[in-house]
């Protein structure tokens, strides 16, 4: 599942992070400092660096607890550091079983033993870009009273890792790094904080035989720095239940810093609290194999931006592991009821290892929220947890689950939820819903080469006030509105150039398929064929259709219910990333048959844009085919033959246009799904195909109104920009531009909605190409050819000539900015037309049996039924070409004025403005539609600025200058 979500295609650079396990005896305060300068060679990403001081011991500060190999350079710790020192950058440092800082993990009687140990305590300064790497025994353990600064810098992150192997894909090779405080902890069973009455606290901690004792009641307490840290490779199991996490936080208080920290394939949990109050910003959790994020014992906290990521190689967890993303609190006779947090801006991925039913513990959520905690969530996302997003469990005090909580034992979780996002299989809860909620979702993610999540659900329209736990520490959020832990918005992701390279890039290659080759040296991947399986088209590569690429095979002849069930099992998804570039070669072309879908979901800041290969700009015509989509929707034959399908039929095999291979479509479901086409932008098509078979921007053979057509642009094309042949498909916000034929085109029984389009014909071309005859609409088909069964209502549509659609010369001659025909019924309100010199609309019957003479004296006529509301012209001739409509309500064609438009596309001056809103009542096509009711005529409301435009930003730059 990982392959198909994440799509990283920047490289990751370098890690940093830092694990602690709890438990200290009793001893001096010591501090350790991580400094983060001067980095090597290597760092930020590679192997650990080899500071190629080959035997160079002389420099090295001489102490009882290190040694020096004179072959090497390298510096070995072990036991206790009881003094202050450095570990410096220039030569390779190891642990050797576990060393401890300081000797704080002892028992203490009383506040005079508390303020001993302080006063003995040490500090270890770790230099930016520094290497520490572990002996299968080794950890590091910072007892409390002592310090660590381990203050690396973006381009030299300080790194913990095994002597086992030069790389940083190991499991459990060695320990971790424990940090240990005199911040509260807070007892389970509601036994309270730890220091009770009094003032000192000496909580077992676990992590392995020498951690001891941690905790008590400072709350501000400080235990250093621990910024741009990498940990990888960690999770040694020190005995039962008593394995050592990537980075442990026992009794830690607010004063320390915890910042740009990655775990990575720790065997344990990537970090965890227990009890204290420090606060956490910008994790990167990656390949953990138990929980990334713990907190328990009464974490009263903060913590935001945090990407976590499941190992997308491993299949199932080791022995009893189970690998969820954030797990908080313990539960029932375990409850911690002072267990309080708040959470902002997290991104959880999962992947086939919390997706195990044989594993030990079987399938995990994303977040598993338990015990009698409180914790708000906010701005944060879950994906890839089969059997649910998020759990939250409540707390059976006494363990006995045949009452539950009829004995009044039940001890309950108070969980808040604020623009929390999820796709997971099973669903979005895997129990209990929140206690409180607001913009829960659950919808398709993926993720942009920064991390970012694409989706529109991601972008919010305000940032909510995230109030932090009020831990003393004056920690504040900063008020993001968008979901996820990186903003789509940002130049560059905050994880970047820092982490272990490759611990996220995985995700970001394309996946091999028979259709597919990529060059990743230029990230250009060239598609030919069908594509028979699910698919993604990754941001960070761009992509080339060689010839015309098939999604599905559903285009074959159907003869039965069997074959037509057959083409929907055997259906495929291809899902295109936001911001994501596919070019064509001449002869290519995309078609989405019938049973398949197409996930086209681009944003407004990150379209998505289909083109030519044949240059950089989007200026061309004809230099490539177009986007065809296919469905199960009616269609409905011309002469007045009625529906494609035959009585007890749900199928259709109507013979498409667009090309050799675009085969059958159609059939009786007007709900049919054929995916979502959303901030797309299709240019330099229409590619003619042959005879009258020219291909438009995008078609829509038989598409049902299940499938979702907004914000689309075409420009450029050679043919029709939007042409529907039947079907049921709804659209809104269209933007087509300098289209050669018509604009928008429907025929063939076509039954729908369409709402928003601004309409402009090429002010650069002075006639047509070939036997264009280039209208903004174009509805049904003529004389014999008519559809009786055609019917669309259209509102607020901006349609704009040129000379293009003016050359008397050209040959079709000029032409009408609409032109209905064919016994076809429409309806068209807030319209409005502009520069079509023989006139705005013309209207036209069908003659049915194309005898002229006769015209409709021989009872062979079909009339078309036309409804005009707020439909105001601007056109030499006039406003009609032939005859009047058949209904007129408001104010109708009026060419006395000038219709004006602004740079906003919106109708100037008080020409655009109504009284009031008409009601506008859509074709019933089952698909529950609804018009936005507008005061105003045309696309954009008058009065609205040009960078407020709905069209504005995503559209392809100039096409509306």
């Not at 904080?193 to 901690?205: D, L, P, S, T, W």
């Not at 953990?288 to 976590?308: L, P, S, T, W």
């Not at 929140?434 to 329209?461: C, F, M, V």
């Not at 013309?842 to 005898?851: H, L, P, V, Y």
Request: hydrophobic share 35%; proline share 3%.
């Amino acid at each position: 599942m990982l392959q198909k979500k994440l799509f990283l295609a920047i490289a990751v650079a370098s890690v940093t992070l830092l694990t602690g396990c709890s438990d200290g005896d009793e001893g001096d305060d010591v501090s350790i400092v991580i400094e983060s300068e001067g980095g090597v060679d290597g760092v930020g990403g590679d192997e650990p660096a080899d500071p190629g001081l080959s035997g160079d011991c002389a420099s090295l500060t001489a102490a009882s607890f290190v040694s020096c190999d004179a072959n090497t350079g390298n510096a070995t710790l072990s036991g206790t550091i009881d003094q202050d020192y450095t570990l410096t950058s220039d030569r390779e440092w190891r642990l050797d079983g576990t060393v401890s800082v300081g000797s704080g993990n002892v028992t203490v009687a009383d506040a005079t033993a508390v303020q001993a140990i302080k006063d003995a305590g040490v500090t270890l300064t770790i230099e930016p870009g520094t290497n520490v790497r572990a002996f299968d025994t080794g950890s590091l353990l910072v007892t409390r009273g002592s310090m660590l600064l381990a203050d690396g810098t973006a381009s030299a992150p300080i790194t913990f890792s095994s002597v086992a192997d030069s790389d940083f894909d190991g499991y459990g090779e060695w320990g971790g790094v424990i940090i240990q405080g005199f911040a509260p902890q807070y007892g389970q069973g509601g036994t309270g904080a730890c220091f009770g009455a009094g003032e000192v606290c000496n909580i077992e901690g676990e992590g392995g035989t020498e951690v001891s004792v941690y905790g008590g009641n400072e709350a501000d307490d400080n235990s250093g720095i621990i910024r741009y840290v990498r940990i990888a490779e960690g999770g040694l199991i020190a005995g039962p239940d008593n394995e050592i996490n990537g980075l442990t936080l026992q009794g830690v208080g607010h004063g320390t810093v915890i910042e740009y920290v990655q775990v990575h394939n720790n065997l344990d949990d990537g970090v965890e609290w227990f009890g204290g109050t420090v606060n956490a910003r910008y994790l990167v959790l990656t390949g953990n194999d138990d929980d990334d994020i713990d907190f328990d014992e009464g974490y009263q906290g903060n913590i935001q931006y945090a990407i976590i990521q499941k190992d997308p190689n491993k299949d199932t967890p080791t022995g009893s592991n189970d690998p969820r993303g954030i797990e908080a609190n313990s539960s029932d006779g375990d409850y911690t009821p002072e267990t309080e947090a708040v959470l902002a801006n997290i991104t959880v991925v999962g992947s086939a290892v919390n997706n195990d039913p044989d594993s030990s513990k079987g399938e995990q959520p994303g977040m598993r929220l338990r015990g009698a905690l409180t914790v708000s969530i906010y701005n944060s996302s879950v994906d890839g947890f089969d059997t649910g997003c998020i759990r939250i469990d409540d707390a059976d005090t006494d363990e006995n689950a045949a009452t539950g909580d009829a004995d009044g034992l039940e001890a309950f979780s108070n969980v808040t939820l604020v623009n929390v996002i999820g796709d997971c299989e099973d669903g979005f809860y895997d129990k209990r819903a929140a206690d409180t909620e607001s913009n829960i979702a659950s919808t398709g993610l993926s993720y942009s080469s920064s991390y970012a999540i694409n989706e529109a659900a991601a972008q919010l329209s305000e940032a909510p006030a995230i109030n932090a736990v009020n831990n003393g520490s004056g920690f504040a959020f900063d008020q993001t509105d968008y979901v996820g832990a990186v903003d789509p918005n940002a130049s560059s992701a905050w994880w970047l150039g820092w982490i272990i390279e490759g611990s996220l890039v995985d995700a970001a290659m394309p996946a091999a398929a028979d259709f597919v080759s990529c060059d990743n040296s230029t990230n250009i991947c060239t598609v030919t064929g069908t594509i028979d399986e699910d698919y993604r088209f990754i941001n960070g590569y761009e992509w080339r259709l060689d010839g015309e690429v098939l999604v599905g095979t559903g285009n074959i002849a159907i003869a039965s219910q069997a074959e037509k069930d057959a083409v929907i099992a055997n259906g495929v998804t291809l899902t295109i990333e936001p911001g994501v570039e596919v070019r064509a070669f001449d002869d290519g072309s995309l078609l989405v048959t019938r049973g398949s879908k197409l996930i086209a979901d681009g944003t407004a800041a990150s379209p998505i844009t289909f083109s030519s290969v044949s240059d950089e700009d989007y200026d061309g015509e004809g230099e490539w085919g177009g986007v065809i989509v296919q469905g199960f929707a009616p269609q409905y034959g011309a002469g007045g033959t009625g529906a494609c399908f035959g009585a007890g039929e749900t199928w259709c095999n109507v013979e498409g246009e667009g090309g050799t291979v675009v085969g059958r479509f159609g059939g009786s479901d007007a709900d049919d799904n054929s995916g979502i086409i959303r901030y797309v932008r299709i240019a330099e098509g229409g590619l003619v195909a042959g005879p009258n078979n020219e291909i438009n921007g995008l078609t829509l053979q038989g598409v049902g109104h299940g499938t979702v057509v907004e914000y689309v642009h075409v420009h450029n094309n050679l043919d029709d920009g939007v042409e529907w042949f039947g079907g049921t498909v709804n659209a809104r916000y269209l933007v087509l531009t300098n289209n050669d034929d018509d604009d928008i085109d429907y025929d063939e029984g076509y039954q729908g909605n369409i709402q928003y389009a601004i309409i402009r014909k090429n002010p650069s071309k002075s006639s047509p190409t070939g036997s264009n005859d280039p209208r903004g609409i174009e509805a049904n088909s003529s004389d014999a050819d008519f559809v009786p069964e055609t019917e669309a209502v259209l509102a607020n549509i901006l349609v704009l000539g040129s000379d293009v659609n003016n050359d008397a010369t050209s040959s079709k001659g000029e032409q009408p900015g609409m032109r209905l025909r064919g016994a076809l019924t429409t309806s068209i309100y807030n319209t409005a037309v502009k520069d079509f010199d023989t006139g705005c609309i013309r209207i036209d019957d069908a003659d049915t049996d194309d005898n002229a003479a006769t015209g409709d004296a021989d009872g062979l006529e079909a009339f078309s039924t036309v409804t005009l509301v707020n439909v105001i012209g601007d056109c030499e001739d006039g406003f009609y070409d032939k005859r009047m409509a058949d209904t007129e309500t408001g104010t109708i064609g009026d060419t006395s004025f000038t219709v004006g438009i602004d740079s906003a596309y919106a109708i100037g001056g008080s020409v655009g403005e109504l009284s009031s809103a008409p009601t506008i009542t859509a074709v019933d096509n089952g698909s529950g539609f609804s018009f936005e009711e507008t005061d105003f005529i045309g696309a954009v409301e008058p009065g609205t600025e040009e960078a407020d435009a709905w069209w504005s930003g995503w559209i392809i730059e100039g096409a509306l200058d």
